[in-house]
């Protein structure tokens, strides 16, 4: 049988009417061709970090036919509080029949990831391992804290949650958001870098529904926000967290907004009873707030750091890599 060959993804719109039909037709949980199509205009076209690396991902071919393909989406991120081009790992699959031709595009990656910060937060079991092997740092517990929201919460024990001080107010709108305090939250740390467009590329996903409600001030400079998402909880109608930042240097805004959707389930724009909050490992965020209940769950983060970086610590948050993206 003639080997694979493995090629650089070039995305022109006649590469993407070859790709999508496969993807199509390979996805476990199958997609249509127009999501497709608007979920690779999403990661390539609107993306406000598309400029910062050419890399598009690689296709494997057989015989001239797509059998493979990894997605490589632009991002950044804050490096010692400094803004540092990254990439995001996606949709990682080969055909049954040419499995065994997967080991040369893993081989490329790592190759990348050696002087490349790469975030892969959606990968299979099996690609789990493989990237254990191959050194990146495997982020897998978060912590849980659910807080109940509107009538259920006035019969537990009373809180007073902190308000915003004067001069700032919410938005629901990340396009009221005209300028960030700060890109990041720590000078010594890897995280996010956060701009106003990034705000409303991340709204605007089309794999899962992001809410966002941030605090600005009069000139629409943001200070804190948070993204959440829909989801049940044992059944009850939930939200949940997946983004908080602050620029204040104390958790005093990101609580305000906590206790904001406590007197105000409504301000998402349907009541539910229970808001969960995530953190990771050396997250302190939600630490003292007065949850309902707490537990630890499994998630899947992955990031490959550079020797370079491997001294800095690293912030994460659920939305992360190509979560929800």
């Not at 804050?78 to 029949?97: H, K, M, T, Y």
Request: with cysteine; proline share 7%.
């Amino acid at each position: 049988m003639p080997a694979c060959q493995i090629e650089d993804y070039q995305d022109t719109p006649q590469a993407r009417a070859e790709l999508i039909p496969w993807l199509v037709a390979t996805e476990p949980s199958p997609l249509s061709a127009e999501t497709w199509g608007k979920r690779l205009a999403h990661w390539w076209d609107r993306n406000p970090f598309a400029s910062l690396r050419d890399e598009r991902g690689w296709v494997l071919r057989h015989e001239g036919r797509i059998v493979g393909f990894m997605a490589l989406i632009p991002a950044c991120y804050a490096v010692s509080g400094q803004p540092v081009a990254a990439l995001i790992a996606s949709s990682w699959r080969i055909d049954e029949a040419h499995r065994n031709a997967s080991l040369p595009m893993l081989m490329k990656l790592r190759r990348l990831a050696a002087d490349s910060l790469i975030a892969d937060t959606t990968p299979t079991p099996e690609v789990q391992a493989l990237l254990q092997r191959s050194g990146w740092t495997g982020l897998t517990d978060i912590q849980r804290r659910f807080v109940p929201l509107g009538w259920v919460a006035k019969v537990l024990p009373h809180r007073s949650w902190p308000v915003l001080p004067p001069g700032k107010r919410i938005t629901r709108d990340p396009a009221e958001v005209q300028s960030v305090a700060a890109s990041c939250m720590s000078a010594t740390s890897v995280e996010k870098w956060i701009t106003p467009e990034y705000l409303r590329w991340f709204a605007a996903a089309l794999m899962r529904r992001h809410e966002f409600i941030g605090v600005i001030d009069s000139a629409g400079c943001l200070s804190s926000y948070l993204f959440i998402t829909p989801k049940s909880a044992r059944g009850i109608p939930a939200w949940t967290e997946i983004d908080h930042f602050t620029t204040t240097g104390s958790h005093e805004e990101l609580h305000a907004l906590v206790g904001a959707l406590v007197r105000q389930p409504g301000l998402l724009g349907s009541a539910r009873r229970v808001l969960s909050l995530s953190s990771f490992a050396g997250d302190s965020t939600w630490d003292d707030i007065p949850a309902w209940l707490q537990r630890q769950e499994k998630v899947c983060h992955f990031f490959a750091i550079p020797s370079a970086l491997k001294s800095l610590s690293k912030r994460t948050v659920l939305a992360e890599g190509d979560w929800g993206l």
